[in-house]
């Protein structure tokens, strides 16, 4: 049995065969939820950054042909449902921003904005270049991601949220948990989600998921 140690990219762990606990049922569940945002909390030794490069195979629409060598062997694969393959992917890694202070908080989720859509435009390159200059060369987050969702108004984006440090949980479902982080920072991470929330409203943005960790499975 080959065990996938350190291995996030689920098409190379198909390829080479690594052993895989199958986690698609949890597409059937994702999609049962009729809120098109939805807050995925799992334990913390559930590997989130696989997870979702699995889901990025099965709803990114560039990988349509792909589905069946990717999925044929698991429990999707004889369970297709109707949103496979038919989003373009964006993913915003929220694990490592630095919550020291405001200014570092807003450089370190300026850069990842900044990774999540040079890696959506290397991927989606129909996007024209004055536009995608333009994205880019804005400073801060809140400029960036803003001019990038309106240059996206003709697709169907699938967001997904790293969220480890349960940043989008503690503003979108507040009350559920303590509070560890602090109001200025509190007040970075709303206006960042204002902006994702106001692009799902408007159907720029098709669905959101932020996959955070359930405290609770770590407690003694």
Known sequence: MK???????????????????????????LERSKDRLVLFRRPNGFDRKLF?????????????????????????????????????????????????????????????????????????????????????????????LTTFLHSCAEYNIYLFLDDAQGLISDIADPGTRYSPFNLVTRSLITRFFRIIERGLSQGIIGRILSLGIDESHDRD
Not at 5 to 23: A, S, T
């Open 3 to 29: 065990l996938p140690h350190g291995i996030h990219d689920f098409q190379e762990l198909v390829k080479k065969g690594f052993y895989y606990i199958d986690r698609t049922p949890y597409i059937e569940k």
């Open 52 to 144: 979702i490069s699995m889901l990025g195979y099965y709803y990114g629409i560039q990988y349509r042909s792909k589905f069946e060598t990717l999925f044929k062997r698991y429990y999707i694969g004889q369970k297709k449902t109707a949103q496979a393959n038919q989003y373009q992917i964006l993913a915003f890694d929220l694990c490592n921003l630095d919550l020291v202070n405001l200014q570092k908080t807003e450089q370190t989720l300026t850069h990842s904005v900044k990774k999540g859509i040079e890696a959506f435009l290397r991927q989606y390159k129909n996007i024209p270049n004055g536009k995608q200059n333009s994205t880019l060369v804005n400073d801060g987050f809140e400029k960036m």
